[in-house]
């Protein structure tokens, strides 16, 4: 009992950070007005400020399937606890920015920390519960991540309204480290572990001290007389040829040779020269690449006017050839990042396949229901227009957990395949809405049952990978399904954008010439209008496209998700 009161305590530790983490993907969204007038640019740059939304994104998934991966071979706890460190960090990076290669940098390293805390808490719980008790808890995990789409930006404008964009990411550091300190009581017992390093706590603090100065230079040190010098370049004009920053330099080389001289170092690398054996560095590299090079392609185009990046001519051949080199280690290396036969299982791969169908329809209501509100009740208001798509949101978290609760009694493969039906009879619903659906409360309802469609399907995918792979594996196929989400969603908003835009320059096609109908002023209005239908027409055609990719995902789950034999380590 006292063992699994204690897992109970660590997974809502675990749960608790990925909501933080889930919260901080939207928080940015209304804070990037006031981070991009930090970096330097105007509301006319808003695709050059593109970067500090991609940059969270690329961390998030890029090096998703190595963490889970070292999840299964150096435990669950220490990853959780180096992510969150590593969110903290990218959060005073950010925090600390000055300009936009900084706050791109500290979201990258934000994404790293917050996208790896996924992996072992969902393969926590398989260590945890049984198959038939996974559900349950699998809900409440994905309840709490997707309920921090919701909380995001209210977190986001209570900060904003008595602070500024700075103290969104300052208080994120330090809800970050308080959660990995609460994890240390959670560590595996170890008997022969040394006494604690202080001296390397002490160097890597002042280093960080430093650094942080040289991003801020606070005033009342860089005009005083006498502490100013230590901000002047010593060569050059950058910040980080000044003294301070040296200084910052050379205790960071003495905190890296005290970890690697220490009987006790702060780091604890005992046992990584083992875990890098294990596993292939060099195929984690190359997926890496791959994975990069696709989510730079895709994350960076503007949804509304294109599907693709300019620099896609370089960046998915790119992918093509790093993937490439990707499945040739994995057929040559002793130890692929993915084990042979890890895999194998028809509800296996088929829940990956499923995730991807369920992120290639997802993002059509994350993105498109605010541009429909836009397009036809809110042209003038930002805000309302995402109120509107709260109506979806709100029921995702409710969807999860009936979901999980739901897996008591059916199986994964007919509860997901209901699960996606729904959303995706409810998208046919949507491709019908004109410029008024909005307004009548028959479009809450629609809007509410889309997402506790959705709601419904995360914890049955989730529960049948877990059940048909082995224990020593569960880190990384639960990093490969969220992997194969979030491409989906890239690739999907692609294609819909695709299918959208082809709408829209069929209906516009068709319209006769402004000359013809702007006889007299009122007449315009009747232009207008007709503009606005054909945007509608391209978000119906989203619509429709999004509920044949819940169709596809709702077939295939009741195909691929039918259980197979238990797997076990």
């Known amino acids: 009992m006292t063992k699994e009161l204690a897992s109970r305590g660590l997974l809502t530790l675990a749960a608790v950070a990925i909501g933080f983490a889930a919260a901080d993907t939207y928080v940015v969204v209304l804070a990037l007005p006031d981070m991009m007038t930090a970096a330097g640019l105007t509301v006319d ?8 939304i991609s940059g969270f994104l690329l961390g998030y998934v890029a090096v998703l399937p190595l963490i889970g991966r070292v999840s299964d071979l150096r435990g669950r706890v220490p990853v959780l606890m180096g992510c969150l460190i590593i969110f903290a960090i990218g959060s005073v990076v950010t925090a600390a920015g000055y300009d936009l290669t900084t706050i791109v940098l500290g979201r990258l390293i934000q994404g790293i920390g917050g996208g790896g805390l996924i992996p072992p808490t969902l393969a926590l719980i398989a260590d945890t519960w049984p198959a038939e008790r996974r559900g349950l808890p699998l809900g409440v995990v994905g309840a709490v991540q997707e309920l921090g789409s919701v909380v995001g930006p209210l977190w986001g404008a209570a900060i904003l309204a008595f602070g500024t964009w700075h103290d969104i990411f300052w208080l994120n550091a330090a809800v970050g480290l308080v959660i990995a300190a609460a994890l240390l009581r959670h560590r595996a017992p170890d008997r022969e572990r040394p006494p604690f390093d202080l001296i390397g706590l002490l160097l890597a603090g002042l280093a960080g001290a430093c650094l942080l100065l040289v991003m801020l230079e606070p005033d009342r040190l860089t005009t005083g007389v006498t502490s100013g010098l230590a901000f002047l370049p010593v060569a050059g004009e950058s910040r980080w040829l000044t003294p301070v920053a040296l200084a910052g330099y050379a205790l960071l080389l003495a905190f890296v040779l005290r970890q690697a001289t220490a009987a006790s170092p702060l780091l604890d690398w005992r046992g990584w020269g083992e875990i890098a054996r294990e596993t292939d560095l060099w195929g984690a590299a190359a997926l890496t690449v791959a ?32 993937l490439a080199l990707f499945v040739w280690r994995g057929r040559r290396a002793a130890n692929p990042l993915i084990p042979r036969g890890s895999l194998a299982s028809r509800p296996a791969w088929g829940s990956i396949t499923v995730s991807f169908f369920v992120g290639a329809a997802l993002i059509a209501a994350l993105v498109d229901i605010p541009f429909f509100a836009r397009l036809t009740i809110a042209p003038d208001d930002q805000l309302e227009a995402a109120l509107v798509l709260v109506r979806f949101l709100v029921a995702l978290p409710v969807g999860a957990v009936l979901g999980g609760w739901l897996l008591r009694r059916w199986s994964a493969a007919p509860l997901t395949a209901g699960a996606l039906a729904l959303s995706g009879a409810c998208f046919l619903v949507m491709a019908r809405w004109d410029a008024s659906s909005l307004e009548s409360f028959t479009s809450t309802v629609v809007l509410a049952a889309c997402g506790l469609g959705f709601g419904l399907a995360i914890a049955p995918v989730n529960a049948a990978l877990l059940e048909h792979t082995a224990d020593d594996v ?96």
Do not use: N, W
Request: proline share 4%.
């Open 45 to 52: 740059d808003l695709q050059r400020a593109a970067p500090i």
């Open 291 to 322: 994975l990069g090079a696709v989510i730079v392609t895709f994350a960076s185009a503007e949804p509304e006017t294109a599907a693709l990046s300019e620099d896609a001519i370089v960046l998915l051949p790119l992918a093509a050839v790093a």
């Open 474 to 569: 569960h880190g990384l196929a639960s990093a490969l399904l969220v992997v194969a989400r979030m491409i989906g969603m890239l690739i999907g908003i692609s294609a819909l954008t695709t299918v959208g835009l082809r709408a829209f320059h069929a209906a516009v096609s068709d319209l006769p010439p402004i000359e013809q109908l702007c006889g007299d002023t009122s007449s315009c209005k009747a232009y207008t209008s007709a503009m606005r239908e054909a945007g509608i027409a391209q978000l119906q055609a989203v619509f429709a496209g999004a509920a044949i990719a819940a169709f596809i995902g709702a077939a295939l789950a009741l195909l691929l998700l039918r259980r197979r034999a238990t797997f076990s380590s």
